[in-house]
């Protein structure tokens, strides 16, 4: 009996992680080229606008400056993906792992196939975002100086200006 229930829950413990990994169903492959995949790794999820429809199957390196991307889709999801989609490669919440977002193309463009190849976009880096940031603040600051100047000359200054505000 406990070689017949631990056989029992042996099977279970493949399907479910079969499962959860979308083994047992019929899929197609399709395929993108990188220049970078920022942290991606074989496994993670593929969502088409928001909705886990697959996982990335394999990452091989091109040439040194182009990464292939082989994602397994769910065939049910399939008709709905299409080949003039846009690929990208975006962070499964703030600090959570990468994802490859999938972006819905053109009714007219039709359906993708098996080994179909679809177009990426370029992954917005973090740095990339901070450093922009970092612009912003850096000329926020040199706006906030000169009104600082401004203001003192107006309040210590003869002026027209000065008279008029600080004159009773």
């Known amino acids: 009996i406990m070689v017949t229930v631990g056989l029992?829950?042996?099977?279970w413990g493949i399907y479910y992680l079969?499962?959860?990994r979308k083994m047992f169903t019929a899929s197609v492959t399709v395929?993108?080229?990188?220049?970078?995949v920022s942290g991606l790794v074989e496994g993670n999820k593929v969502r088409y606008s928001g909705i886990t429809?697959?996982?990335?199957?394999?990452?091989s390196i091109v040439s040194d400056s182009t990464i292939l991307v082989e994602m397994s889709i769910d065939k049910k999801t399939r008709k709905f993906i299409r080949k003039d989609s846009k690929v990208e490669i975006n962070s499964d919440g703030l600090m959570g792992s990468k994802i490859v977002n999938i972006l819905p193309g053109t009714a007219s463009a039709?359906?993708?196939?098996?080994?179909?190849?679809l177009m990426s976009l370029?992954?917005?880096?973090?740095?990339?975002?901070?450093?922009?940031?970092?612009?912003?603040?850096?000329?926020?600051?040199?706006?906030t100086n000169n009104l600082i100047e401004i203001t003192n000359?107006?309040?210590?200054?003869?002026?027209?200006?000065?008279?008029?505000l600080n004159d009773n």
Request: glycine fraction near 10%; charge should be negative.
């Open 8 to 11: 029992a829950l042996f099977a």
């Open 18 to 20: 079969g499962s959860q």
């Open 31 to 36: 395929k993108s080229y990188f220049n970078n």
């Open 53 to 59: 429809v697959g996982s990335v199957l394999e990452i």
């Open 110 to 117: 039709g359906s993708v196939s098996d080994d179909e190849l």
């Open 122 to 143: 370029s992954p917005l880096e973090l740095d990339d975002v901070l450093q922009e940031v970092k612009r912003v603040i850096d000329d926020g600051q040199t706006v």
């Open 153 to 164: 000359k107006i309040n210590k200054g003869n002026g027209d200006l000065a008279l008029l």
